[in-house]
């Protein structure tokens, strides 16, 4: 089962991630990309879009929400998302999201 995952960014400034529901012109169960800082960088954290108050993946987000839609979204974010909404890991190893080894100073993404 296929799923059209979307990255976008809505007018109130939050990035979302979540299933596009060609219908409804809706973004289904979103998930809120944030920035965290840490001692090495910044982590890149999916959080259901209702957090704290939303500890799972439900609702929808109408398409006028939306200002600006990414033309593609990365696939290690896709990988990330469905294991988060589904809570099924799809990988056999881990991710290094951040462009380098171990050694790459945690200036790129860690979606965790």
Partial sequence: MSHDIRLVK???GDMVVGKFNEEAKVIEEPASIQ???TQSGTQMVLLPFGYPFDQE???????DN??????TCP??????YIEAATNISMTSGGLDLSGGGESSGGGGLNLV
């Fill in 35 to 37: 920035a965290m800082p």
């Fill in 75 to 80: 696939e290690e974010l896709k990988t990330k």
């Fill in 10 to 12: 809505l007018v109130s």
């Fill in 57 to 63: 993946m439900h609702g929808e987000i109408s398409m």
């Fill in 66 to 71: 939306v200002l600006f839609e990414y033309k």
